[in-house]
């Protein structure tokens, strides 16, 4: 079974410049997350989307970052415009996840790694 | 407010060397904790998930125990090949819509031929 995948794997930008990362559930996943993770820290949720809708963006910085997920299945993560602090793994994440009586594991991709210089 | 803290942060072995790694957590109604592997360069690895007090799991040389404030990480006889950083989080609230993991900040851990 293919696992979520995620391009691209790396980047490294200028500051105020802007960068797209893409993510591709694995099959069947109704729910697709994003996650920040920091050099040193764990991964904290940014959105996280059910098919197509938003469940949590409550941690999304909504000035600079947009997330869409089309169709219900490959979601995009935007960043405009960049700043040092954005610097980072951007994770993305897929479950079964369908409510608070379902059971759930989420996977992880293996992330885009962000360098803003 | 739902809370993660692992401890250490860092920790060296020597081969065969058996330790535990720790999970402590405060959060309104556990629905689940789990605990991933990662690797240098990518994305956290599934490795269990307890969901109630008394439960225990193992996959090879780990096992993991869980109690009503913290959970273990238990590692027998390791070898090199389980130097890794491992993440404990906790799915919180049972009425939560949202299914989302809070994480701790991983122990690095490092194991010396």
Request: charged share 20%; hydrophobic share 30%.
């Amino acid at each position: 079974e293919a696992g979520v995948a995620q391009s691209p794997r790396y980047k490294i930008i200028e500051k105020r410049q802007s960068v797209a990362f893409w993510c591709n559930p694995i099959s069947g996943h109704a729910t697709l997350y994003w996650y920040q993770q920091i050099l040193g820290q764990g991964p904290k949720l940014l959105i996280q989307f059910q098919n197509n809708g938003v469940v949590d963006d409550s941690q999304l910085p909504k000035d600079r970052f947009s997330a869409e997920r089309l169709k219900g299945v490959d979601s995009t993560l935007k960043i405009q415009p960049a700043k040092l602090e954005d610097s980072a793994v951007y994770l993305c994440a897929s479950s079964s996840w369908t409510g608070p009586q379902s059971g759930n594991t989420i996977y992880f991709g293996e992330g885009s790694w962000l360098t803003v210089v | 407010e739902d809370q993660v803290t692992q401890s250490p942060e860092a920790l060296r072995l020597q081969e065969g060397e058996s330790s535990s790694l720790n999970c402590s957590y405060t959060v309104s109604g556990l629905r689940g904790l789990f605990w991933y592997r990662q690797d240098p360069g990518k994305g956290p690895e599934f490795l269990f998930t307890l969901y109630s007090a008394g439960e225990e799991k193992e996959k090879e040389r780990l096992k993991a125990t869980l109690t009503k404030k913290e959970s273990f990480l238990h590692i027998t006889a390791p070898k090199p090949e389980d130097s890794a950083t491992y993440l404990c989080a906790v799915q919180a609230g049972v009425s939560s819509n949202t299914g989302k993991l809070i994480f701790g900040q991983g122990t690095t851990l490092q194991v010396k031929p």
